[in-house]
């Protein structure tokens, strides 16, 4: 598959010499939606200031759409559309007149140009203000007329940073169908988001960026799963390093041994004393404990894939009736702070 976008050793030192993307090597395939990810100041909008010919690359390489960033920088600009973090439109002119200028930059044919910037405005809803000057709207507000800019010429390949920061749910929702509808019409999609669940739910692929470097790439199951991985051996080597080690208290040992469990909560709609039996008599369970709110939760081995299967089988075996189940996994927010925790603080401005 062709890639949308490829940096080869891309870097941006800016002038008081702070390296803020370092030697960055990226491939996001084309037509999907890549998620970026990073702590503040980790360099996601001074690469994507880059791959938009916002600011020129120190050294390295990248290309849009097959185009050199820096040779092709016109080409370029005419595949992308950008939401800004900090929204760029004219403050003293109105939300149409600031889509209409974009439209027209473009080349958006003159009969279609209103009707498309209409259509937009009433999809993420900002319609009802759209004579009015962008000084004058609310953060949110600005946020909608910003899309509606940057969507006018249906730009091939689209770049957020943090889109929905500041909108209200219904509206986030709105385009979060949006961009899955842009994708499905084959625009790829790069999001920067600190909103996990956001980059969870929509993105094909995440990049981890922290000080100017990829640590992570992967699709979102991917990284969770390498994070099991990764907690299975830290575990194993740990036990067997205690293992060989002659004193080492009893509550070492467990605390060790705790890493290893994760929870389970079931709501049971016949809770009796023969099923909570076999539960406890379940072979998977390294304990069990009744809330006050008749949830049973339990704790059961995380690296074990059939435990789940287990404990569920016993229960119905039993008679057991389940009327909600939840088990707890590695979140992309457990992946975020795991893969961004080492960080050389003399990297960082
Ligand atoms: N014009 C500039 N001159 C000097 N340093 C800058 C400039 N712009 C950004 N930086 C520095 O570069 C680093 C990366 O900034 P950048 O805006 O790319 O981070 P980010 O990953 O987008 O963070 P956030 O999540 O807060 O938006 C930061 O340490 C910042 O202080
Ligand atoms: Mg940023």
């Known amino acids: 598959m062709k890639n949308a976008i490829e940096t080869h050793d891309l870097t941006k030192v800016y002038n008081n010499n702070f390296t803020a993307v370092n030697s960055l090597n990226l491939e996001i395939p084309d037509k999907s939606i890549f998620g970026m990810l990073g702590p503040n100041g980790a360099g996601k909008t ?10 020129q690359p120190t050294s390295g390489r990248a290309t849009v759409g097959g185009y050199d960033v820096q040779k092709n920088p016109d080409e370029v600009r005419n595949l992308l559309g950008m939401v800004p973090q900090q929204v760029s439109l004219y403050k003293d002119l109105t939300v149409m007149e ?4 974009c439209a027209d930059y473009y080349g958006v044919p003159q009969d ?6 209409e259509d937009l405005m009433e999809l993420v809803d900002i319609k009802y203000a759209k004579d009015k000057r962008v000084g004058q709207l609310s953060g949110g507000q600005k946020q909608k007329a910003s899309l509606v800019a ?7 390949i ?10 209200d749910p219904t509206t986030k929702r709105t385009l979060w169908d949006l961009i899955r509808e842009l994708n499905d019409n084959g625009h790829t999609i790069i999001l920067c988001s600190h909103d996990m669940h956001e980059v969870d739910m929509l993105c094909d692929n995440v990049g981890i960026i922290n000080t100017g470097n990829l640590v992570a790439y992967d699709t979102p199951q991917g990284l969770k799963d390498a994070l099991l991985e990764s907690n299975k051996k830290e575990m194993t080597d740990a036990l067997s390093k205690i293992s060989s080690e002659s004193e080492v208290s009893t509550s070492t040992k467990e605390n060790i041994e705790n890493l290893n469990l994760r929870k389970m909560s079931i709501l049971l709609k016949n809770q009796d004393d023969n099923v909570i039996d076999s539960i406890k008599k379940s072979n998977n369970i390294k304990s069990i404990e009744i809330a006050k709110n008749g949830r049973i939760n339990l704790r059961i081995d995380s690296f074990d894939d059939m435990a789940v299967q287990n404990v569920l089988n016993d229960i119905i075996a039993s008679g057991g009736i389940i009327k909600s189940i939840y088990t707890e996994e590695p979140s992309l927010e457990d992946v975020f702070i ?11 401005a």
Do not use: Y
């Open 158 to 167: 689209l770049f957020l940073d943090e889109p929905t920061i500041g909108l």
């Open 338 to 348: 795991k893969s961004t925790s080492e960080v050389n603080e003399n990297d960082r």
């Open 150 to 156: 940057s969507l006018v010429h249906r730009p091939e």
């Open 46 to 55: 001074t690469t994507i200031k880059m791959l938009t010919c916002l600011i």
């Open 98 to 101: 600031n889509s209409q200028m």
């Open 112 to 117: 279609e140009r209103d009707s498309r910037i």
